[in-house]
């Protein structure tokens, strides 16, 4: 069967062609995904194409359950083939989604498969597929991919063990402290023993956070993330702040709030002082199906996205930092109705970017429409491009994808006559390479 996926893919111009031309094979550096380290350390194999896909991609698990495939089938206990299967049945449907891009375009990259995936070609798509896996492991995939750096997303109380170069792939853990906005008692222990002293006050807990902060730095952390639903509504002072953490279990959700306020704060003067990019994702609703959340866990597939950030919780979070306190800010709301408007707030502060298309914003007219936002609104040629967020080692492809709506959106201005080819040409390779090349140094 011909492969139905043209090379000129997204590519509506001549100068679309040439722009992507020049930056397809840059090298990749990923400052924002969730894969395992363990497994790239470690130079995992696959045992098939169905574990390599759908172990724990929750893009999939989520089509998988709109098209009413059986719970069974995509968390449960069937094999690997079983799902495999399942996954291809439902593909016909999916056209217009970013997965069905994604999908053929891995089939394509990763195995030189050019046929669709449907229910008629599955077991053929599975066969070859499996068979290609016996000569690849997650550190070929990554050198074939051409990544060359990735930040995986760890929790301070992380040991970092499995973080390096691998393969010649840099490998480095981000600082993610979500679980210490309101640490449990158990949280605490665990922080205790990763930095081997007592934590009885807010004073040695964030201590605490500090000597995690610079031993992730030891281990090549340039960059934070942090992900909540809203941005506090009130900040505590310290004194304040040191109230509530010792009453930490039986606070109001108020007092949760200004607890949050006041360590987020705290953390982000931190990473002022260690040259940190601090992430904030936010406007999403983690784990809403309260059934599904019990029996298969979080990461699962069952997150939303949430309200309309707004701009006055944005602002008077900026303006609690000053321009010598605030670090470089990346900032990724998953409601994107606001996103003008935290895009032009953003020219405001120093340091402080909109973030790529996030999650589901991922798609043709997500990356369009933020790709538009930023150049209309803030300066498109300083934005960090692309990141996959994902735990899936062949979403690579994701890149690829992005290059090319990227090269088309700016391939389109130059034959309108509204750019430069030359100008279109830096914008493009700097989006796709150099702006985070500049990132991680």
Known sequence: MKDFFKDELFLSCPSAVTLYQGVKDLPIIDYHCHLDQKAIAENRTFADIGEFWLAADHYKWRSMRLCGVEEYYITGMASYKEK???YAKIMPKLVGSPLYYWTHMELRAVFGITLPLGEDTAEEIYREATEK?????VQKLLTAFGVEALATTDDPVDDL???GVHGGVKVAPTFRPDKAYCPTDEYLAALEKAVGTPICSLSDFTAALCARLDFFTQKGCFIADHGFEFFPCCYANKEEAEALFLKRNALSAEEKDALFGYLLLFLMKEYKK?????QLHFAVKRNVNRELFAAVGADSGIDIVGEAPKTGEVLTFLQQLSDSERPNLILY??????LPALTALSG?????????????????????????????????????GMLTDSRSFSSYCRFDFFRRILCDFLGR?????????????????DLCYYNAKELIK
């Open 84 to 86: 495999f299967l399942q």
């Open 161 to 163: 063990a499995c973080h």
């Open 274 to 278: 260690r040259n940190i990019t601090a």
């Open 333 to 338: 709301p998953l409601n994107d109705a606001s």
């Open 413 to 429: 201005k130059v034959e309108a006559g509204e750019c430069a080819l030359s100008h279109a040409q830096q914008t493009a390779a």
């Open 348 to 384: 405001a502060f120093a340091r402080v970017k909109i973030g790529a298309a996030w999650w589901f914003n991922d798609t043709v007219e997500g990356i369009r429409r933020n790709l538009t936002t930023l150049a209309e609104y803030a300066v498109l040629g300083t934005s960090y």
């Open 133 to 137: 896996l016996r000569t690849l492991s």
